[in-house]
């Protein structure tokens, strides 16, 4: 069946439904890969070299070269996106161990032939999109955020076991999504995104045993703006309980309100106004090209390069 998007998988532009790794691939056999997100609206990239630089640090950490450079990464994501279509999207770049000698599940991963893939696909919201205005609803899970003692939080991975099983509670309990906290109990991230309580003019986030976002890092830069003062500290989920406003920050959204955590509404039920305001310009700024790449450069920028047959 047919879907939306395209991929970039083994040196070629397939649809989507057509890329497959193999199931001794160590992405799948140990979960041995790391990724970023990059996001496009209006065919313009938003904030593509934070993406990049996080991307490059995550996979210098596992000791993976992935088998095209930054630059081929710029092209490969501008042609995705130009040839799927879509002018609202989802980048992802994936850096992949590779297959082990002879193929088998195991062996010494030094011997691996790293790997390199990336795909398109619409662009979307980790709430649901009707809940990006009117306020999402957030669930405390009972199971704990693996520690960055384990799996450094500030590579972009996919062992997910516990945000996935925080997700099934978060659902079970009709709310949108899981808040994890970490084993010393402090509040850490949620599959996606990461989260922020307003209080006064402060607008606070967690600030370990978590990936820092892209949209975490806009959010800073957006409070200063404002006249807020963003602070990384350490908040427990009696901080979040109690919280008059919440908002959470993600590639997939922007800055988005939540008005419930657990069975109890957040202030008085409804998205707060420093939220909205943030939210605001945070949509306005990219739509006037703040931190853009447009695709469209990229693009030029290599059929420049290519001589004239």
Known sequence: MAMPGMAYFEGRYVPIQDAKLSILEPAITKSDIVFDVVSTWDRVFFRLEDHLDRFENSYKHVKIKPPVSRDEMRTISAELVDRSGLDNSCVYMCATRGLYAGGAAFGDPRNAVNG???????????????????????????????????????VKNFNRMDLTAGQFEALEHGADAPILLSTTGKLTEGP??????????????????????????????????????????????????????VFISSTAGGVLPITRVNDQAVGNGAPGITTGQLQKRY???????????PVDSL???????????
């Open 299 to 309: 693009l030029v920028s290599r059929r420049e390069k290519v001589p004239a047959e």
């Open 283 to 293: 949509w306005e700024k990219r739509k006037r090209g703040w931190h853009g790449t």
């Open 192 to 245: 996606g995104f990461n989260v922020w309580i307003v209080r006064g003019k402060k607008l606070l986030t967690p600030g370990k045993d978590l990936l820092e976002g892209v949209t975490r890092k806009t959010v800073f830069e957006l409070a200063q703006e404002s006249g807020f003062e963003p602070v990384a500290t350490e908040l427990t989920a009696d901080d979040l309980l109690e919280a008059k406003e």
């Open 116 to 154: 390199f893939y990336a795909y398109v696909v619409p662009y979307y919201w980790v709430i649901p999109k009707e809940h990006a205005e009117t306020g999402g609803h957030l669930w405390i899970a009972s199971v704990r955020r693996a520690p960055s003692e384990a799996i450094n939080q500030k």
